[in-house]
């Protein structure tokens, strides 16, 4: 009875964030300084599935089709990844508290795009340095995790990306205080504050396969993942090789990382928050915790950006909205978890 119970409740909460990914894509194809109702973009969608001419006027396709559906594209696989990388993360290191910039990814990212806007390359440029970037500084915090053999792995491995991290955002602060300050300073702030207001549909079909890539080995390996929160002898003694199965999370979850990073700045709180908003919905195990995280976080993040440009004249960057969001949803979330282990 309770196996029955709790696979409905599964189910629930897959309905719940499915339900609510639909709403916000709904809301977000309409919302805008250019608003659409739900008939207009019912419309554009059936006249473009079926080949036929748009009853909508030229200038409210150009903005459903050109401007919108990338940037809803993208919001959708960037906050997938990062909630799947976070849960991953978070299940791996056993550790709630860990989020997908844990091993310098995100700092690795900032830097490349940083080096790149400082040296006045192309936006696409720009990514790709980003992109490098992130895979660069977590290969070197594996490396420097597999060099040292005497303390626990995983503990080398956090304190190898923490201080990694703080070493390349000291680069980052460094590059700012030579970039130009009339040009080159205000394009780094705002490609560090996040943000989808740039992303073209070019960009999207480069990154967003990676993205999906990068998903790939954690839905396959999702049942293994439980057993990492296992000692590893134990883990050791039913048959998976825990050093291997950390790798590949790492790499998949680095990749997913460094793709979304690369593509929309950085945006925080996403892994860190929505797995324990998805584990409260469907529980600890990673075989429904994966899909209710994916779920959830592409609404997160498509929902901050929709109101990142229409709740002002000016657009606001994309990692503020998170972080505005994610840090006092998070304290609730400590607090009402501390609560309720008082009550124990």
């Not at 199965?245 to 950085?266: D, M, Q, W």
Request: glycine share 12%; proline share 5%.
């Amino acid at each position: 009875m309770q196996r029955v119970m709790a696979r409905l409740g599964c189910i629930g909460g897959w309905g719940l964030g499915l339900a609510l990914l639909v709403l916000v894509l709904l809301w977000a194809l309409g919302a805008g300084q250019f608003p659409l109702t739900p008939a207009q973009v019912w419309q554009s969608l059936y006249a473009k599935i079926g080949g036929s001419a748009s009853p909508l006027p030229g200038n409210a396709e150009t903005v459903l089709w050109n401007i919108r559906m990338p940037r809803i594209a993208a919001g959708v696989a960037v906050g997938a990844v990062l909630a799947a990388a976070g849960a991953a993360y978070q299940g791996m290191f056993r550790n709630p508290l860990v989020s997908p910039d844990i091993l310098g990814v995100s700092a690795g990212a900032g830097l490349g795009a940083v080096v790149g806007i400082f040296w006045g390359f192309s936006m696409a440029v720009v990514q790709l340095l980003a992109f490098a970037g992130g895979l660069a500084a977590v290969a070197v915090v594996v490396l420097i995790s597999t060099s040292v053999r005497r303390h626990d792995p995983v503990l080398v491995l956090v304190l190898a990306g923490i201080a990694l991290g703080a070493l390349l955002g000291a680069g980052i602060a460094l590059i700012k205080t030579l970039a130009d300050p009339n040009t080159q300073l205000p394009s780094i702030t705002f490609w560090l504050m996040g943000g989808l207001s740039a992303v073209t549909l070019q960009d999207v079909g480069a990154t967003v396969p990676v993205m999906l890539l990068a998903l790939v080995p954690m839905a396959l390996l999702r049942w293994r993942i439980n057993l990492l929160g296992l000692p590893d002898e134990e883990a050791l003694s039913l048959g998976v090789s825990v050093r291997t199965l950390r790798l590949l999370l790492v790499a998949s979850a680095t990749l997913g990382t460094a793709a979304a990073v690369s593509l929309a700045g950085i945006i925080g709180w996403v892994g860190l928050v929505v797995p324990h908003v998805a584990r409260l919905l469907v529980g600890p195990n990673f075989v429904r915790l994966l899909p209710a995280s994916v779920l959830l976080g592409a609404g997160f993040v498509v929902a901050a950006d929709t109101l990142a440009r229409s709740v002002a004249r000016i657009e606001l960057p994309l990692g503020i909205l998170t972080s505005l969001v994610g840090a006092p949803f998070f304290l609730y979330l400590l607090a009402r978890t501390g609560r309720q282990g008082g009550g124990q």
